[in-house]
């Protein structure tokens, strides 16, 4: 199959540019009303909270757990499996005169009225004022590498592919939080960690795609810019799919056998670089062609060499 891709002709990608973009247009409105409406499931990364794992002999009904933990005046506590059906996580709110170490014993006393033999694994604990800055922090970090990869592809191309590249880089972002705002699975620093490496694998296509545009379009003077991204993807697509589907393997296989652990970074993962294939092919070539990028613009500056204007001597 990727032979064929080499030798076939280009493929009209941006003939159905506008209908990318609009369809990317709509998806991006939905996530922020999505967003604005039912926000983020922050996890206790951000806004602080005790962590308590628990290990029963025997499986455990959840509502079990949670009627056990409201009887013992632990409301508004957060219930999931952490791995088996025996491993449950459970997730406290702060609350004030009470310390880590007995909202733990608390919680191992409501789980022994559940089943005798239980076993506690884990007491963590965040503070708010932390977590409210880690907050601050993982936002900042996702700004400020989306600022240095505009600075570094216009530096390197042209502000024009620059722009496209960012914006391309953003829309990745926002659907992937949309999607875990409509979905509402929480979101913690390994999130923060997948959105990052997210950017890094989008701009990576996205550079490829740019560096045999700029090539392309050195080489070929008589066609309209449209055709010269058409050839470029068009080259690089096997290049793309390559990478992108030995890439899906490996993270299918975290999403599938990785565990609860890192279940949300997998999927951060997938959606991202489903995403970001589809933007470095449509979103980040569209939006270059739209703020006019022409040949000219690719092309190095001349230098005139000293004398080069004077007349040669009969």
């Not at 999130?191 to 950017?199: C, D, F, K, R």
Request: glycine residues 8%; charged residues 15%; proline residues 2%.
């Amino acid at each position: 199959m990727f032979e064929i891709l080499k030798t076939r002709a280009p493929i009209r990608f941006m003939h159905y540019s506008k209908l990318a973009s609009a369809f990317s247009a709509v998806l991006i409105v939905l996530c922020f009303a999505t967003l604005f409406t039912k926000g983020l499931n922050w996890g206790l990364d951000f806004t602080g909270g005790t962590v308590v794992e628990v290990a029963f002999e025997q499986s455990v009904n959840l509502d079990d757990v949670r009627t056990g933990l409201e009887q013992t005046g632990l409301s508004n506590a957060t219930v999931q499996n952490f791995g088996s059906s025996r491993d449950v996580l459970i997730r406290l709110t702060p609350q004030d005169g009470v310390d880590v170490q007995q909202q733990g014993e608390a919680v191992l006393a409501a789980m022994e009225q559940v089943q005798s033999n239980v076993v506690m694994k884990r007491l963590e604990f965040v503070g708010p004022a932390i977590g409210k800055e880690l907050a601050e922090q993982g936002g900042l970090a996702i700004l400020v590498a989306l600022l240095c990869i505009m600075l570094y592809v216009g530096v390197r191309f042209e502000w024009r592919l620059a722009s496209g590249a960012v914006i391309s880089l953003a829309h990745d972002v926002i659907i992937t939080l949309g999607v875990f705002s409509w979905s509402q699975i929480e979101v913690d620093l390994t999130i923060v960690a997948a959105l990052l490496t997210v950017v890094g694998y989008s701009l990576n296509d996205t550079i490829v795609v740019f560096d045999r545009v700029r090539e392309s379009f050195r080489r070929v003077r008589e066609a309209t810019t449209a055709q010269v991204f058409d050839e470029a993807i068009t080259d690089t697509l096997s290049r793309t799919l390559i990478t992108s589907i030995t890439t899906l393997v490996v993270v299918i296989a975290l999403f599938w056998k990785g565990g609860a652990l890192i279940h949300g970074f997998a999927t951060a993962l997938l959606l991202g670089i489903a995403f970001g294939t589809y933007s470095s092919i449509y979103i980040a070539s569209a939006w270059a062609m739209m703020f006019g990028v022409k040949r000219e613009h690719m092309l190095p500056p001349q230098i005139e060499k000293e004398g080069a204007d004077q007349e040669p001597l009969v």
